[in-house]
């Protein structure tokens, strides 16, 4: 969450900043100079960043923060509606998330842990160096439980 918020808000003041300093280029100028042609151009470019830093930030407000937690019956996800714990045994299937646009080729995102009674939720993959060691004890229990993993 905080990451997007920084982002969000960096992205569109420094946009703003941008905006408003071509703003000022021009207004010596003629309007039909090249000159103002250029700067119209690179405003709206910074416009639709500024757009995007204000969507960016909100978003981060409205999904909030997440974690995972391992414990030694199963796990437990920090959402913004409150906390869900799923015991190994009632975890039916971890499937695999890809980044979007790219199907089943692209760079593996993360798991999602799935319940029979509909609970489910992802579980970020974070390598260091080349390995992510909170997912691989997960999809080591999750393979004792004899659980597919998709």
């Known amino acids: 969450m905080t990451g997007a918020l920084v982002m969000g808000i960096g992205t569109a003041v420094g946009s703003g900043v941008a905006m408003w300093l071509l703003s000022l280029i021009p207004g ?3 309007m039909f100079s090249w000159v103002h042609s250029v700067a119209r151009i690179f405003a709206l470019v910074f416009f639709f960043a500024m757009v995007w ?3 960016m930030a909100v978003r981060g407000l409205l999904v909030g923060s997440r ?3 391992l414990f030694e019956g199963g796990l437990i996800a920090k959402r913004r509606t409150g906390p ?3 015991a190994w045994p ?4 971890l499937k ?3 980044r979007r646009n790219q199907g089943n080729e692209g760079k593996v995102a993360g798991y999602r842990v799935e319940t029979p009674n509909g609970t489910a939720f992802a579980v970020p993959l974070v390598l260091v160096d080349g390995r992510d060691a909170f997912i691989d004890r ?3 229990h999750v393979r004792a439980l004899g659980r597919p993993i998709e």
């Open 67 to 69: 974690a995972c937690f």
């Open 138 to 140: 997960i999809v080591g």
């Open 96 to 98: 695999t998330v890809y």
């Open 84 to 86: 869900v714990a799923v």
């Open 90 to 93: 009632e975890i039916t299937a």
């Open 28 to 30: 010596a100028t003629s």
């Open 53 to 55: 830093g204000i969507v």
